[in-house]
């Protein structure tokens, strides 16, 4: 299993969606597909999608969603085979790479199917790692 996808789900927050798909496309091994839910009640995060240059690998749904989970839900649903990465809009890698390493560890690994990677954010002003 090699193939890595990515949800990002966004809702009005134009910058922050911009931050990610940065994110995603300085990876030096591009996912799969980066689906973009777009569940905003605004035109600006389509319209940059639709009116700036986007990889062949990003795809977009702009549409109202239920929230969060409806909002994931809906990405996961497009997506046939391989890991699945939920990347909230604002959300961003650690570095270049690591597509690269799960890449690498997925075929290293063939029967793993789920795995959870560390989470660095800040809580009450500290940096911490969930």
């Known amino acids: 299993m090699s193939a890595i ?3 990002t789900i966004c809702f009005n927050d134009l910058t922050a969606l911009q931050k990610t798909c940065a994110s995603v496309d300085m990876q030096t091994n591009s996912p799969e ?4 839910i777009n569940g905003s ?3 600006y995060i389509q319209q940059w999608l ?3 240059s986007q990889p062949n690998y990003r795809k977009c749904i702009n549409e109202p969603d239920k929230g969060i989970a409806d ?3 809906k990405g ?3 997506i046939n085979d391989g890991f699945i990465h939920l990347l909230n809009a604002g959300d961003v890698y650690v570095h270049e790479n690591v597509l ?3 890449h690498q560890f997925s075929l290293a690994n063939s029967a793993i199917h789920w795995i959870s990677g560390k989470i660095k954010l800040k809580r009450g002003g500290r940096w911490v790692t969930v």
């Open 50 to 52: 639709e009116n700036t």
């Open 76 to 78: 996961i649903q497009l």
């Open 33 to 36: 597909v980066h689906w973009i």
């Open 41 to 43: 009640n605004t035109p």
């Open 71 to 73: 909002a994931f839900n």
């Open 100 to 102: 690269l390493e799960l």
């Open 5 to 7: 996808s990515i949800v």
